[in-house]
C-alpha cells in the first residue's frame, strides 16, 4: 500500500510531470493556444499600424488590442485544449483507469490544473516577446501588470472547471469540440476580438458580451494596464456569474460521476 | 471474510443483467475463477464491486477502494508519452528507485518497452503493463477481467506461467473472469459460474466437480465407433465432438478403462476438468430451468 500514500498528496512532482507531459502532447494547445494568438496580434496590430499615425494613439491601440488577444491563450490552451484532451481521455476510459489505480479526481485535477498554468505561462512568455518584438506595446503600471495576472489566472481557473464539466458531461470527443468551439468562437465575436467592437454591437449583443469577462479584457484593459481610475465593478459581476455557471455545471458533474461504494 | 454479496441486482435500462439472490463470500487467499459465457454478467460483477455500475442488493467488504485492485477487460491510457512515465506517475515513485518494481519490470520483461508509448506496444506488453501496475498496488483483492483475450496463444501460456509463478507462495486474494478454462485450472481454487445473469453455481472446485461430474470422467472422441462400445454406459453432458462418461467409483472407472484399452482408444481422466464442470453445470441448469445455486444445492447432493 506504499504507492497509495504517496498518491494521496494532492500535488506531487510525477504526477505533475505527467500532467505536464499530457498537456504539451496535445496539438491543439501549440496551434490555438500558442501559434494563433501571436500570429493574430501581429496581423491586427500590423493592419492598426498601416491605418494610424504614428504617436501615442497608435501604441495605445496596440496595447490594448495586444491585452486583449491575450485573453485569448486561456480560452485555446485550457478552455478549448483541456476540454477536447478531457473528453478523448473519457471516451478510452483514461481517468476512471487512473481512479482505479487508486489515484482521486481531485488529484489528477490539482496536478492538471498546474501544469495547464504553467503551460499558459510559457505561452503568455512567447506572447510577450513577440508582442514586445512585432507591435509597440507600451509598458504597464505594476498594479496593472499584477491585475492583468490575477484576471487572466482567475479567468483560466473558470475555463478549466467549465471545459472539465463540459466534456464530463457530453463525454464524447465530437460533442465537446463542437460545444468549445462554439463557446470559443462566441467569446472571441462578443468579446470584440473579431472585427465588431462592443461599441458597434447591435443592442442584443451587447447585453450578452456585458457578461462575459474577456469584453472587460479586450475592451477596457489598456486603462488598468496603464493604471488609470477603473470602475471593476462589471467586470467582477462578469467573474462572478461565470464563476457560478461553472460552479453549478461541476456540481452536476462531481454528482453524476460519484462512485457508488459499499 | 474480504467480500460478501447478497441479492444484488443490476439493471441497464428494464434489462436485468446481473441477479445473485444467495450470498457469495470471499473469503482471505480465496483464488476464484468466475466463468459464463458472454452477457453471463461477468464483467458487470466486477464493476459493482468497484461501484463502477448503479446496482441494488448488498455488497459487503471491509476493503477501502484502494485495497482494490483490477485489471479491466480494456486498459487504456494516455499516448502522449513513454510508458515509463505513466507507470512513474500511477505509481508515485520513480523506477530508478524502486528495487521492488525493478524486480516486477524484469519478471515481467518489459524493460525494453518502457520507452515506447502505450499505442506502440503489442497486446501482451499491454496487458503485462497493467498487470505490473496492479501488482505493485499490492491490494488485498484483485480482479483480472480477460487477463488474457486477444493474445495469442503462445503469448496468453506465458502470460499465465508467469502470473502462476508470481502468485505462488503468496497469500493474495483474486477474482478471476476468463474464457480459457485452463487458465483457471492452473490458477484458481473456487468456481463462480455464471449464466445470462443469474448464478449456477458458487464453490471450491473439487465439490464442484463431484456435484456435476462425479469422482472422475473419462472422455473420448466422439466416434461411431466408440458410441457403440460405451454404448451401456451413461454420458455426461460434452462439447459435440466428445463423449464423456462419469465415474462414480473406482471400479466403475476401471472398467470403462479396461474397455477402452482393449478396443485401443484413446482417453483422457479429469478429475478436476472445467470445461466438463462448467458443460455438465450449465446443462443441469438449463434442464432444471433453475439455478443450483439459488434453488439449493442439497437438490443436488448426490
Request: aromatic share 10%; proline share 3%.
Amino acid at each position: 500500500m506504499q504507492n497509495k500514500s504517496k498518491n494521496k498528496r494532492l500535488i506531487s512532482g510525477q504526477m505533475l510531470l505527467f500532467e505536464f507531459r499530457n498537456t504539451i502532447g496535445n496539438p491543439y494547445v501549440h496551434i490555438f493556444g500558442v501559434g494563433m494568438p501571436v500570429l493574430m496580434m501581429i496581423i491586427i496590430t500590423r493592419a492598426v499600424a498601416g491605418e494610424m499615425p504614428e504617436g501615442p494613439m497608435l501604441s495605445a491601440t496596440m496595447t490594448s488590442i495586444f491585452l486583449g488577444i491575450g485573453a485569448l491563450i486561456p480560452m485555446a490552451t485550457i478552455f478549448m485544449g483541456y476540454g477536447v484532451a478531457h473528453a478523448q481521455e473519457l471516451e478510452k476510459g483514461i481517468p476512471q483507469r487512473l481512479e482505479l489505480f487508486g489515484i482521486q479526481i481531485s488529484v489528477t485535477l490539482c496536478n492538471r490544473i498546474l501544469s495547464e498554468i504553467i503551460f499558459m505561462s510559457i505561452a503568455f512568455v512567447i506572447y510577450f516577446v513577440a508582442g514586445y518584438g512585432f507591435a509597440e506595446v507600451e509598458s504597464p503600471s505594476v498594479s496593472g501588470a499584477l491585475l492583468y495576472m490575477v484576471c487572466i489566472l482567475v479567468l483560466s481557473i473558470i475555463l478549466f472547471c467549465l471545459s472539465h464539466a463540459i466534456a464530463s458531461l457530453l463525454k464524447k470527443f465530437g460533442a465537446t469540440y463542437c460545444v468549445t468551439m462554439i463557446l470559443y468562437f462566441a467569446q472571441m465575436i462578443l468579446g470584440g476580438m473579431m472585427g465588431i467592437s462592443y461599441d458597434n454591437m447591435p443592442s442584443p449583443m451587447q447585453v450578452a458580451a456585458k457578461l462575459l469577462p474577456v469584453t472587460y479584457i479586450n475592451r477596457d484593459f489598456y486603462t488598468v494596464w496603464k493604471g488609470e481610475h477603473y470602475n471593476f465593478v462589471p467586470m467582477v459581476q462578469s467573474y462572478l456569474l461565470m464563476g457560478a455557471v461553472t460552479g453549478i455545471l461541476l456540481f452536476v458533474t462531481v454528482r453524476k460521476e460519484r462512485r457508488e461504494l459499499h | 471474510m474480504l467480500l460478501s454479496i447478497q441479492n444484488l441486482t443490476v439493471r441497464y435500462g428494464a434489462d436485468t443483467v446481473l441477479s445473485i439472490q444467495s450470498p457469495i463470500e470471499i473469503a482471505e487467499g480465496d483464488r476464484v475463477g468466475v466463468i459464463g459465457s458472454n452477457g453471463a454478467g461477468k464483467t458487470t460483477l466486477i464493476k459493482s464491486i468497484l461501484g463502477l455500475v448503479p446496482y441494488q442488493g448488498i455488497i459487503k467488504t471491509g476493503l477501502k477502494p484502494e485495497q482494490m485492485a483490477v485489471h479491466m477487460q480494456f486498459n487504456e491510457y494516455t499516448d502522449s508519452m513513454p510508458v515509463k512515465y505513466i507507470m512513474e506517475a500511477i505509481l508515485g515513485r520513480k523506477i530508478s528507485r524502486d528495487k521492488k518494481l525493478q524486480e516486477l519490470i524484469f519478471f515481467f520483461e518489459f524493460e525494453d518497452c518502457l520507452r515506447k508509448k502505450y499505442t506502440k506496444l503489442s497486446g501482451g506488453q499491454k496487458q503485462r503493463f497493467t498487470i505490473i501496475l496492479v501488482m505493485m498496488q499490492n491490494a488485498e483483492l484483485t480482479f483480472y477481467d480477460e487477463v488474457t483475450s486477444g493474445l495469442d496463444f503462445e503469448t496468453r501460456q506465458k502470460l499465465v506461467e508467469k502470473l502462476v509463478e508470481w502468485y505462488q507462495g503468496k497469500d493474495a486474494s483474486f477474482l478471476m473472469v476468463s474464457h480459457y478454462y485452463e487458465e483457471l485450472d492452473q490458477l484458481a481454487d473456487k468456481l463462480l459460474i455464471l449464466d445470462k445473469g443469474h448464478v449456477i453455481d458458487y464453490g471450491r472446485r473439487e465439490e464442484l466437480f463431484r456435484r456435476y461430474c462425479g469422482r472422475a470422467v473419462i472422455i473420448v472422441g466422439n466416434t461411431e465407433k466408440n458410441m457403440t462400445i460405451l454404448s451401456e454406459y451413461e454420458k455426461l453432458a460434452s462439447p459435440a465432438h466428445l463423449i464423456a462418461m462419469s465415474c462414480e467409483s473406482e471400479e466403475k472407472e476401471n472398467r470403462i478403462v479396461r474397455l477402452l484399452l482393449e478396443n485401443d482408444i484413446n482417453y483422457k481422466r479429469s478429475n478436476n476438468d472445467i470445461e466438463m464442470l462448467y458443460i455438465n453445470a450449465k446443462a443441469r441448469a438449463d434442464m432444471t430451468g433453475a439455478t443450483v445455486h439459488s434453488a439449493g444445492k442439497e437438490k443436488y447432493a448426490k
